[in-house]
């Protein structure tokens, strides 16, 4: 696996003003953030421990901005569009459902 680095330690590691280099690295489906420090690079990992994934560069310049690292360098080589997460379709047609009902039960009731 990935040498990976928590959110809180990297918050801990900027405010000790001890980061070397952030960079946003393509990946499929969007962009990682790689965290540079000591010597090491490591990449943010999620809450699930795999590295965090961004889907475009405006979530991650904003998730960055908010923890106070104002500066990152962009690596596109690796970058290829594509979903962050797979699709599905079961909850989508649910949600359908559940968004459409009740505006039609209105409609009935306002032709009564």
């Known amino acids: 696996m990935e040498n990976t680095i928590v959110e809180a330690t990297f918050r801990e590691l900027l405010v000790a003003n001890s980061i070397d280099s952030v960079a946003a690295v393509g990946r499929e489906g969007g962009f990682v953030v790689t965290i540079g420090y000591g ?40 970058y290829v569009t594509g979903r962050v997460r797979k699709a599905r379709p079961d909850r989508a047609a649910a949600l359908r459902k559940t968004r459409t009902t009740p505006r039609q039960i209105s409609l009935l009731e306002e032709n009564k």
Do not use: C, H, Q
Request: aromatic share 8%; no cysteine.
């Open 39 to 78: 010597g090491t690079e490591r990449i943010l990992a999620s809450a699930r421990g795999s590295a965090r994934v961004f889907p475009n560069l405006t979530k991650l310049a904003t998730f960055l901005r908010n923890l106070g690292a104002a500066t990152f360098i962009v690596k596109t080589e690796g």
